[in-house]
């Protein structure tokens, strides 16, 4: 039985590709069903691959490839819980060295323009402290950096 709610990716041409991606970088991921295209549509031709369904720690996507008309933006984007500096140093170099770009705040880019939030579960901890001096100073250190250094959150949150 299909998920009752999927979330639709658009994609020019290359859904399989990030699909696939995905599905190698990220655990509880993996590629489903392939359609190819019945007939001729805008974006593509007859046999061309339309849709891939796959998941996304778990989470059912699907990857449309409808063409050049619309683009990923920082709108949308897959918040990842890590917890450590390892899988936060392997997640962000898997996106941002495998075509992608850095951004702010544990925020990057995939080769797709897809974003993602590598956040370490210490820096929610973090700036959720009820003491709010210590949030403050894990929110001011976060401000300051690309991919998130949990060492340098943890020193700053204890001040």
Not at 16 to 34: N, Q, W
Not at 55 to 84: K, R, W
Not at 126 to 132: L, S, T, Y
């Amino acid at each position: 039985m299909s998920p009752k709610t999927t979330i639709c990716l658009w994609f020019n041409g290359t859904a399989l590709e990030a699909a696939t991606f995905y599905a190698a970088t990220f655990p509880d991921s993996a590629v489903g069903r392939v359609m190819h295209a019945p007939g001729d549509y805008p974006a593509g031709q007859q046999g061309d691959v339309l849709t891939v369904e796959f998941t996304v720690l778990g989470i059912p996507c699907l990857g449309l490839n409808g063409g050049p008309a619309f683009t990923h933006s920082e709108a949308f984007s897959f918040q990842i819980a890590t917890d450590d500096q390892a899988e936060t140093d392997r997640l962000w170099n898997a996106i941002v060295g495998n075509g992608g770009q850095e951004s702010a705040c544990g925020w990057c880019k995939d080769q797709w323009g897809l974003s993602w939030q590598i956040t370490p579960r210490v820096l929610t901890q973090a700036i959720n402290d009820p003491d709010r001096a210590a949030a403050k100073r894990a929110f001011d250190a976060m401000m300051a950096m690309r991919k998130i250094d949990v060492a340098a959150i943890e020193a700053a949150w204890r001040g």
